[in-house]
């Protein structure tokens, strides 16, 4: 049998993925972690925007005591200061090892290079430079990383597996909570007591960079605050 630590090919990720995809369909999010804490180890990450904690929460309590799982989050230099809060007090309190992440240039040398603003004149740009590409990089040691990705967060999440393949980096992709809804969420955090960032009592559903982030009115699905009056709906992290 494979170890945990023992290198597999991109094809054999592959097939790993897509059977565990179908295997895994009507697990729970702790038995999906289980699984991967036992078949990835220290080749798992969780990635994390630190909207909240729920999925590092959950992959804490899947990996032995004398580990701890790696919790990646993208420090793009545009956060609020809310998700910094969330990151350090993550960092403070759970019993996981948070690995910052950081683009190659700071705001200001983008600045210097593409004019102030990107974000502005070409978001794509700006989340490949500050989130995609950092992403691409830091998860070079990983064979497998998670996400807090849900099915019920907008049409172009609908058909997120539990576990897929991620055929860009080359990775298993694991969503352990793809078919939970936001009650589910909610009923988690509260029966935890799992650290959730602040703007979620204050209109922001789904909380990303600063300049690209709204509130949410009243009907709107979650990611309606997300460049709000713009056709794009994703960062380029999950297609």
Known sequence: MTTAQEERTDEELKELAERAGRDLEDASALEILRWAADTFGGRFCVTSSMEDA???????????????????????????????GTRDAVEAVMDVRVITLTPRQTVAEQDAEHGPALHDRDPDLCCALRKVKPLEEGLTAYDAWATGLRRDESPTRAD???????????????????????????AYVAEHGVLTNPLLTDGYA???????????????????????????TECGLHG
């Open 160 to 186: 997120t597996p539990v576990v897929g393949w991620d055929e860009k980096r080359r990775k298993v992709k694991i969503s352990p909570i793809a078919r939970w809804t936001q009650d589910d969420v909610d």
């Open 54 to 84: 729920v999925v590092a929460h959950l992959a804490s309590r899947a990996f032995p005591d004398d580990s701890r799982v790696d919790v990646v989050f993208l420090d793009t230099g545009y956060h609020f200061p809310e998700t910094i």
């Open 206 to 232: 789904s909380v990303g960079c600063a300049p690209c982030t709204r509130r949410v009115l009243e009907g709107e699905d979650a990611r309606a605050g997300r460049w709000a009056g713009r056709s794009k």
